[in-house]
């Protein structure tokens, strides 16, 4: 049975950014189930999967990254609107037995992802 992951590093600072609140949805259709809900770590990590064994299927999930409360709260000075203020994230697992790492690189400017196992 596989598991899905992720972890925020804030390359702004150069370190894993600790409290991010992270919220996974799966996507059936036009509904949006909200998942797991959760806050990483001071590895920028959450401290377990999200997702794993049955409750992980094939299906597309969005995960959804409030960047810019974290940013506001590292005392940087954000406009308003901020230019990124949640990141979402929409991935597709087609393989419930493998593992899917999705992290998140950003900045208040940019962000970027990959698939990691």
């Given at each position: 049975?596989?598991?899905?992951?992720?972890?925020?590093?804030?390359?702004?600072?150069?370190?894993?950014?600790?409290?991010?609140?992270c919220?996974?949805?799966?996507?059936?259709?036009?509904?949006?189930?909200?998942l797991?809900?959760?806050?990483?770590?001071?590895?920028?990590?959450?401290?377990?999967?999200l997702?794993?064994?049955?409750?992980?299927?094939?299906?597309?999930?969005?995960?959804?990254?409030?960047?810019?409360?974290y940013?506001?709260?590292?005392?940087?000075?954000?406009?308003?609107?901020?230019?990124?203020?949640?990141?979402?994230?929409?991935?597709?697992?087609?393989?419930?037995?493998?593992?899917?790492?999705v992290?998140?690189?950003?900045?208040?400017?940019?962000?970027?992802?990959?698939?990691?196992?």
């Amino acid at each position: 049975m596989g598991k899905l992951s992720t972890h925020v590093l804030d390359t702004m600072h150069g370190k894993p950014a600790a409290g991010v609140r992270c919220q996974l949805y799966r996507l059936d259709g036009a509904q949006r189930q909200l998942l797991a809900d959760a806050t990483t770590n001071r590895d920028g990590r959450c401290e377990r999967p999200l997702l794993e064994g049955e409750s992980l299927r094939a299906s597309v999930y969005e995960l959804l990254f409030h960047a810019g409360d974290y940013f506001a709260a590292q005392g940087v000075k954000l406009p308003e609107p901020r230019f990124l203020d949640q990141v979402t994230l929409r991935f597709g697992i087609s393989n419930a037995d493998e593992n899917y790492h999705v992290p998140l690189v950003v900045t208040p400017w940019s962000y970027s992802t990959y698939r990691g196992s």
